[in-house]
């Protein structure tokens, strides 16, 4: 107890002092988020100075080892800092898939020569990854992946087409499921390898969204040579690696609605854009909508605290993350219709000159997305359904 | 406070859910309906759950009791939940048990709390006079007289009323109905002259009674707590209720998902179970997250309240209208996927829904908290 106290006095010591007062402000613009790489543009001093002190910590990743970048903080301590962040409102100094994706999956499967080499880039937000998983044939059925890797003695030669690659063409890695034995069974087939963006016979085409921005890609692989030890884990044996990888995809995507959407308080936004009577909303049919949300949320907001307490308990599973998932993204796209509700003919602008956050309408298109990325809904609930309710499977 | 259940708390389950299966399970509660028991429970059980000391859970120990906090009090109700097992634990060890603790003069308390523990008296709260909770709403007038007061008025659905030895009373010292201020607690033995009791059979077949006052006298030193106070005490108690019933409710969703899990599982047609049909799997995975998210809310209003945080009346309100959404579905979909058994009395599963709607109604529903909830987030 003592340790934690002195602690949380040295974090918030040490966070007045390094946290510079820019980068205390929430987050409105896309080029907001820091996203790290070796192309990348920071947008002002704030952002490069904030990174270079929280990874010089290890805090852009506070739970991992120091030897591999990360902070080396435990389950406490790490709830510590991010309340103390959360109290300055501090931006994440570095977001990424390394950092919510590749590093949990590479702590768990990944050589010491893989962890040593790639995990401390991601914790400095050197390289950026992107995640090479879905393919035009292979969506929620993903272990139908077709993209193969044929073994040529000191290096496997990649042929094929991944799609829907987020930030593809930002990005300097890939992690990527290929197909390594077409005769197996569809999931004892599949290997996790790891290449550079900048190999000759990798290119990428930007898909622009119902949003109007462009972040994912259509991704081509031809004659693509990968050195024989980029492969993580056995060869064959990607599957598991795969889904496990997915397991925090999904969480984290499932939280994603806290920071994202403006508004946060619908009650408050809405209270001040249509105006209470007697303490309650004017619109009553709109608050009864509201109020049955924002209970959800809540109780969503509390599923997840549950959960990483389990979690940290050692009480987890992996399958809660399809639940989190599930519920999070429903709710999100629930959250954004209801904005869009408040803000009538005004949320439907496409451009606005007014304010430099992106207008609402496109944060709206955006969250129909959710339910889908990182696996359906659907997906989602089957997943509940067999893993965790063990209901019987269908013919 | 992190949400997890401790130690000690899941032992406290286990020892419930034991106890529970073994003497109390849901044909406990069919043999007393059937037997139309006047008490509507079964007092040797009553006797046995105060041995366990479940009786005196939320009683200090100097009081006699075992002072084991809200969240072990919730835990015991969620196990009730589960086996529908009917007793005064509620009414008595819950509402009065509260009540006296917050409000009651240091006579009451040393003369009740050790007779609640020791599970010799039923105390129930008589406070709703019409079809639906309305605390503000009180017009059961107490006006001064002498060195007392006298009541008039009526009482509705009062849990346990028609069997409890005394009963906490809500009334109207000052003040005009629909408002907060002047609203009093009294301690009213249950042979004062100037009551009746009337029983009224519930969907559920558990015990409540209207009770009519006519010119009942009470000595001033029967009043709890303070004069025209009482709205404040009473919704803290109230919130400590709803997030018990809450709990239970919780209990009863899991237990009737439970069961019906089991159906799918074994239930064929079509020549395979129908739990391989995706429509069922959805239904039931979501109804899963559905029963996961109450049982966190759940979890944090009973922490909070035992911390007495200042957040725990946001939290009953959430807790009580997110339960009565998850039972309603869970035991709507029981019988929905249990096809035509499901309609008949001879099979459990209709216990669960005629249970869950009647925990649904009590001390606030769905739309009441709803409400509550948004007013205090200023909507
Ligand atoms: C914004 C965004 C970002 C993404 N980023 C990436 C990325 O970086 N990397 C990457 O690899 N992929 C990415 N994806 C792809 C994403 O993982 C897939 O879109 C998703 O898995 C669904 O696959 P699909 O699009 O082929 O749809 P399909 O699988 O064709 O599904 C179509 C519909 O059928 C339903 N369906 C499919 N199978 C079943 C079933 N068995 N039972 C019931 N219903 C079913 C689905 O739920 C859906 O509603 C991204 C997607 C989006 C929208």
Redesign the pocket.
Known sequence: MEHLETFTEETRAWLEENCPAGMRRPMRREEDAVWGGRNYKFHGEDQRLWLERMAGRGWTVPTWAKEYGGGGLTPEEAKILKRELKRIGARPALVSFGIWMLGPALLKYGSETHKKEHLPRIARGEIRW?????EPNA????ASLQTKAEDKGDHFLINGQ?V???YADKSDWIFCLVRTDPKAPKHEGISFLLFDMASKGVSTKPIRLISGSSP?CETFFDDVKVPKENLVGELNKGWAIAKYLLTHEREMIGASGIERLPGSDLGATAAEVIGTKSGTLRNHLLRADIVRHEMDWAAFLLTLERARDEAKAGAGTGAVSSMLKYIGTELNKERAELLMAINGLQGLLWENEEDPEPPLSRQWLRSK?NS????????QL?IIAKRVLRLPQGN | MALVISQEHDLLRDAAKGFLAEHAPVSALRTLRDSDDPFGYDPALWQRMTEMGWAGILVPEKYGGLDFGIVGAGLLMEEMGRTLSASPFFSTAIMAATLLKEVGREAQKKRLLPQIAAGKAVVALALDEGRSHDPGGIKLAAKPSGNGFVLNGEKTFVLDGHLADQVIVAARTGGKAGTKSGLSLFLIETDRAGLEFRRRTMVDSRNVADITFAEVKVDGDQLMGKLDEAYEPLEKALDVGRACLSSEMLGTASEAFERTLEYLRERKQFGVPIGSF?VLQHRAAHLFSEIEMLRSVVLKTLLSLQASDASSSFLASLAKAKAAQVVGLATSEAIQMHGGIGMTDEFDIGFFIKRAKVASETYGDYYFHADRFARIKGY
């Open positions: 992107c995640q090479g998983y879905s969506g929620s059925d993903l991944k829907w690659t987020s994912f997305g889908i990325e990182g696996g359906t809904s659907e997906i089957d | 995706q």
